[in-house]
T-cell receptor
Framework: NAGVTQTPKFQVLKTGQSMTLQCAQDMNHNSMYWYRQDPGMGLRLIYYSASEGTTDKGEVPNGYNVSRLNKREFSLRLESAAPSQTSVYFC????????????FGPGTRLTVL | AQSVAQPEDQVNVAEGNPLTVKCTYSVSGNPYLFWYVQYPNRGLQFLLKYITGDNLVKGSYGFEAEFNKSQTSFHLKKPSALVSDSALYFCAVRPDTGTASKLTFGTGTRLQVTL
């Protein structure tokens, strides 16, 4: 039982390049989330998927797209990376209930030059 | 809209002393409240949560948190700090009604425990 896994762990991109961050969970959770973490700003929600087949914008969706590939996998795509997207990205998952706990992956550290 | 405030960027405490990390929240209706810890270069780990019932919630690693509805606070506490408790701590909230399952986080408090 690996929990929430993310790949890659580290990535360096040049401005304008594209990439996809992968996330998978093996806890049979319905909901999945993408956050970014920046110093002094806590975690900010980029996109989330409340259930398989649905996705919704969070607080900071501009410049990102997501795909809920199946119940296990939720990917985040940067179509044209910008230096402002330099951040640490975390994926999380939880069951459907509002009281349920979110569980986080280990993160992807992305640098855009 | 829901929000969380963690008024201290950093808390310093000597090992063996009690520690408190403060959190206040704003939410429509009743809150579900969570504390997470983040060690360097790691993801967030769940510590404890308040859903309903007893205002004192016990969690992992000897941590506990006290829910105070009148002060809209959910402070994290530990009776005796360890150097290994040094980490970044996040408080989070969501309302207990509605369909949205988004969790709102505070900006984090860095706990530094020294010998």
């Amino acid at each position: 039982n690996a929990g929430v896994t993310q790949t890659p762990k580290f990535q360096v991109l040049k401005t304008g390049q594209s990439m996809t961050l992968q996330c998978a969970q093996d806890m049979n959770h319905n909901s999945m989330y993408w956050y970014r973490q920046d110093p002094g700003m806590g975690l900010r929600l980029i996109y989330y998927s409340a259930s398989e087949g649905t996705t919704d914008k969070g607080e900071v969706p501009n410049g990102y797209n997501v795909s809920r590939l199946n119940k296990r996998e939720f990917s985040l795509r940067l179509e044209s990376a910008a230096p402002s997207q330099t951040s640490v990205y975390f994926c999380a998952s939880q069951n459907r209930g509002l009281a349920d706990t979110q569980y986080f992956g280990p993160g992807t550290r992305l640098t855009v030059l | 809209a829901q929000s969380v405030a963690q008024p201290e960027d950093q808390v310093n405490v000597a090992e063996g002393n009690p520690l408190t990390v403060k959190c206040t929240y704003s939410v429509s209706g009743n809150p579900y409240l969570f504390w997470y810890v983040q060690y360097p270069n790691r993801g967030l780990q769940f510590l404890l949560k308040y859903i309903t019932g007893d205002n004192l919630v016990k969690g992992s690693y000897g941590f506990e948190a006290e829910f105070n509805k009148s002060q809209t606070s959910f402070h994290l506490k530990k009776p005796s700090a360890l150097v290994s408790d040094s980490a970044l701590y996040f408080c989070a909230v969501r309302p207990d009604t509605g369909t949205a399952s988004k969790l709102t986080f505070g900006t984090g408090t860095r706990l530094q425990v020294t010998l």
